[in-house]
């Protein structure tokens, strides 16, 4: 009986010391997984005060969302911009975001461009060689070059970047840059999706839905619309519901 009550005390102790002695950063970060939003702000702000890059990131991915603090813009990219300084690759990228879209700031591709090719210099700066590909698909910033966008990808997809997986495997299905080739799509869209990226999983749902490099088969097709929903894509949902309704 007393050896019982050993073992739990000295549980209780394990686990006050592995809270106690966990960073600013690493609560802040645990709290924001959590969602407990409110909780993770002032771990997320001491974090940022001890230059922890992350931090800050976090801080600002808290006020571009409006979690836990009124939305604003402007302390998002203050942020970032500290984030993107202590070289973060995913603040820069975020930062470059702001500009992509507009958010809280004149819209301007080319401010965009230059903090995504930073974060894409950076060792996690996958993100940002993903949105580097994008701008050179879209021809936002840049001459749209298909291939200039599929080596962005391709760098964004070694460093196990979805988004950017999921890109290439875009170009690969619509032959945009290289020549048409579905078994690459597929692989490239099985890899994004592995990581939980909507555009992947919805990609590869695709593929299935009109046997395009697999057997046809509309129930694996289904179950893939149905990850990229559950991802948060509206088109995943869409067609998920068609397949439903057709008895898949």
Known sequence: ?????????????????????????????????????????PYCEKACDLKDGKGCRKLGWLYDLGH???QDYQQAKTYYEKACSLNDGYGC??????????????????QAKTYFEKACSLINGGSGCARLGKLY????GVKQDYKQAKNYYEKACSLNDGYGCAGLGSL???????????Q?????????CSVNDAGGCAGLGVLYDYGRGVKQNKKVSKEYYGKACDLGFQYGCDNYRKLNEQGY
């Open 93 to 110: 990228t975020n930062l470059g975001e702001l500009y992509y879209y507009g958010d809280g700031v004149e819209q301007d591709y080319q």
């Open 68 to 70: 836990g603090v009124k």
């Open 172 to 182: 690969y299905d619509e032959g945009a840059g290289v020549k048409q080739d579905y």
């Open 184 to 192: 690459q799509a597929k692989t490239y869209f099985e890899k994004a």
């Open 137 to 140: 698909v879209e021809g936002r």
């Open 1 to 41: 009986m007393k050896t019982k009550v050993f073992v739990l005390s000295t549980f209780s102790l394990l686990s006050f010391f592995n809270i106690a002695f966990a960073s600013d950063s690493e609560i802040c970060e645990r709290e924001i997984e959590n969602k407990n939003y409110t909780t993770s702000f």
